[in-house]
């Protein structure tokens, strides 16, 4: 074999090793801080996680809730979704709980989509919403883009999913080991990321990024999989998506790093017992506070006035949010509380 011959070969089995060498650095590289050996866990360091003593008599004494209809005066509105065949380059559309349908620079994009009556893991028990979604599935302009927080049933939802699956240019976003999920049900059009992980899809920049919450959807599966919040970077405008979460400084830390927000989607809801769910719920006061740490100029209320899922009354969240606003002379208009069902440009 002469010297040329020699050293192609040599080339060849460098450019061989390669892949291996790699993939023995990556896996000698410490694991980000919010792995875990078997999932996930909060890394802020003001998190803690309300004890299984104290959260377990709670959760029992509400299972009579699960098969009785809440009541509430929610505001709500009919949408024939004559305004979304417009397609306008900024609309948002708050179909109830922390499901939007987000139209941005051409695309329609749904968070957290559920149109279930009932959510919980057997269809014949569990929280009942209290108004129908604010608009129906068949009146939906097709849906390019869905971003999935967590895996919790009020969020992700299968009877949903199935159906927008149907469309196969629709793709779905979602945090680490959620993809499973949706394979399972034969569904492969899904993007799975990490946190602080991001794509370019469509000309839209979609980011995961943290929050603090927890995911499961029976008992022996807590935290296996990844909860998140979402940031879309488009051409002209900038949208953060909340998910679920306590307040937590993650959001001063995504405020620096891509805002600041024309539009942030933050929960209200879900906060009493205060001792049990300030680790994983916002109050609204402290989601005036995660607006104003992520440098978002408007806020959407979601999670709330939908499914009853804590002790405060449905109606609640949207007066201590006016209150907070009020109490810190903040600019009221810039605190929206929409009727389910309601439509407005951003």
Not at 45 to 53: R, V
Not at 66 to 93: C, R
Request: net charge negative; with cysteine; charged share 25%.
């Amino acid at each position: 074999m002469n010297h040329l011959h020699k050293t192609c070969v040599l080339a060849f089995l460098i450019v061989l090793a390669i892949p291996v060498l790699r993939a023995q650095e990556n896996s000698e590289l410490p694991a980000p801080a919010h792995h875990t050996e078997g999932g996930f866990r909060n890394t802020d360091s003001s998190f803690h996680e309300t004890s299984f003593t104290k959260m377990m008599p709670w959760a029992i004494g509400r299972l009579g809730d699960w098969f009785a209809k809440p009541t509430g005066e929610i505001p709500h509105t009919y949408n024939d979704g004559s305004v979304l065949k417009q397609n306008k380059p900024y609309t948002i559309t708050w179909v109830g709980h922390s499901t939007c349908l987000i139209q941005f620079e051409g695309l329609n994009i749904l968070t957290d989509p559920v149109w279930s009556d009932k959510i919980g893991p057997v269809a014949w028990a569990g929280e009942t919403r209290v108004l129908p979604p604010g608009i129906a599935m068949d009146k939906l302009p097709p849906i390019d883009i869905v971003l999935i927080s967590h895996n919790h049933y009020d969020h992700l939802d299968e009877e949903t999913i199935l159906k927008l699956s149907k469309n196969p240019n629709t793709r779905f976003f979602v945090p680490l080991r959620i993809r499973d999920w949706f394979e399972d049900r034969g569904i492969s059009n899904v993007e799975e990321l990490d946190w602080w992980e991001g794509v370019t899809y469509k000309g839209l920049k979609i980011i995961c990024t943290p929050a603090q919450h927890f995911s499961g959807r029976w008992i022996s599966d807590g935290n296996t999989t990844l909860w998140c919040s979402w940031v879309l970077l488009g051409k002209g405008r900038k949208l953060y998506f909340g998910g679920d979460s306590g307040y937590f400084s993650g959001f001063a830390e995504i405020g620096k790093r891509f805002g600041p927000f024309d539009l942030a989607l933050l929960p209200i809801g879900s906060y009493e017992p205060r001792e049990l769910m300030k680790p994983i719920h916002m109050d609204p006061a402290e989601a005036v506070q995660a607006c104003l740490d992520l440098r978002a100029r408007k806020m959407l209320a979601v999670h709330w006035g939908t499914f009853k899922k804590s002790d405060e009354p449905l109606e609640e969240p949207p007066e201590k949010l006016r209150n907070e606003v009020v109490r810190r002379q903040l600019p009221q208009e810039n605190f929206l509380v929409f009727m389910i069902g309601e439509t407005r440009e951003w």
